[in-house]
């Protein structure tokens, strides 16, 4: 139980385009989604939570106009990274929390942007 | 602010040789302490979680407790298989949902 799982895996894109990340729960509704990034041998940083129905909330420092979030059901939740560039590129990782569950966050495999 | 420190960053074991990784922490109050364990290119794979001073739980050869000030995982008897990054990360009682992450104990288990 508690499958996360995003796609794509990995995605390489030229300079100035959009990409769009979705992470989806599998096998649980959440209520609260989570977007990190991670740079090689570094922590995890959160970006943003969201909470399904609402706007997200973005962590100081992060542009919300760059980094779209949309959390539009229980299941799914996206972010679009706007007019990329390459030091938008890097590991992306999201996580959810289950509907009544407890504190634990389950996290999904990563998708790695690469921008050119 | 909260703050999580790791030690050591990188760890290398022979098959069956028992030790343990730290994790120091610093929050106003904590609601929770949780350990993942990361293999490179995916996502963090969830262990435990650790609410008060004084607690354990145990997962196969791995054993995390709990102090006021900081949290050890245990491994016992490692395999190669156990090769990974653990991560440790704290949720405050002022920080809402966030987590805040370590950045790590790299461990290596060699036959």
């Known amino acids: 139980g508690a499958v996360v799982s995003q796609h794509p895996s990995w995605v390489i894109c030229k300079s100035g385009t959009s990409v769009k990340i979705e992470c989806r729960s599998l096998?649980?509704?959440?209520?609260?989604m989570f977007w990190y990034r991670q740079f090689p041998k570094q922590s995890l940083m959160l970006m943003a939570t969201?909470?399904?129905?609402?706007?997200?909330?973005?962590e100081q420092g992060v542009e919300k106009d760059k980094f779209l979030i949309n959390h539009a059901s229980l299941t799914l939740s996206t972010l679009t990274v706007t007019s990329a560039h390459p030091e938008d590129s890097s590991f992306y990782i999201c996580?959810?929390?289950?509907?009544?569950?407890?504190?634990?966050?389950?996290f999904g495999p990563g998708t790695r942007l690469t921008v050119t | 602010e909260d703050q999580v420190t790791q030690s050591p960053e990188a760890l290398r074991l022979q098959e069956g040789e028992s030790s343990s990784l730290n994790c120091s922490y610093t929050v106003s109050g904590l609601r929770g302490l949780f350990w993942y364990r990361q293999d490179p290119g995916k996502g963090p794979e969830f262990l435990f979680t650790?609410?008060?001073a004084g607690e354990e739980k145990e997962k196969e050869r791995l054993k995390a407790t709990l102090t006021k000030k900081e949290s050890f995982l245990h491994i016992t008897a490692p395999k190669p298989e156990d090769s990974a990054t653990y991560l440790c990360?704290?949720?405050?009682?002022?920080?809402?949902?966030?987590?805040?992450f370590g950045t790590g104990t790299q461990l290596k288990v060699e036959l």
């Open positions: 969201s909470n399904e129905g609402s706007k997200a909330t973005y």
């Open positions: 096998d649980f509704q959440a209520t609260t």
């Open positions: 650790l609410y008060s």
């Open positions: 990360a704290v949720r405050s009682t002022g920080g809402g949902n966030k987590l805040t």
């Open positions: 996580s959810a929390r289950g509907v009544g569950g407890g504190d634990e966050q389950y």
